[in-house]
């Protein structure tokens, strides 16, 4: 599977940015993950092509959604009231359900981008 994320930029803490990851095909999970510099990847949130319930981690509950178009293979993280600690390189993941459960292997990703949230 051959991700292409777009859509990270900088931001003011409390703004908002939505990113993009159109898949070259549909595997069962779909979602994101980040690394903020000297830290290990963290997953943020999955949504399975077939299910319309996104999961999240703690932190960005309430503040990011996921959402897909099926009919254009693409997901979407809006990111709302964002915080500093939110800064990280944000990747596009796919794979199957361990995915949807935060897990991060066997997966395919795509190129990192880019969100700075400044305070």
């Known amino acids: 599977v051959q991700l292409q994320a777009s859509g990270g930029g900088s931001v003011q803490t409390g703004g908002s940015l939505r990113l993009s990851c159109v898949a070259s095909k549909r595997t069962i999970a779909v979602g994101w993950f980040r690394q903020a510099p000297g830290k290990g990847r963290e997953f943020v949130a999955a949504i399975k092509w077939g299910g319309f319930s996104g999961a999240y981690t703690d932190s960005v509950k309430g503040r990011f959604t996921i959402s897909k178009d099926n009919a254009k293979d693409t997901v979407f993280l809006q990111m709302d009231r964002l915080r500093p600690e939110d800064t990280a390189t944000y990747y596009c993941?796919?794979?199957?359900?361990?995915?949807?459960?935060?897990?991060?292997?066997?997966?395919?990703w795509g190129q990192g981008t880019q969100l700075t949230v400044s305070s």
């Open positions: 993941a796919a794979g199957g359900d361990g995915l949807f459960r935060g897990l991060d292997s066997q997966l395919s």
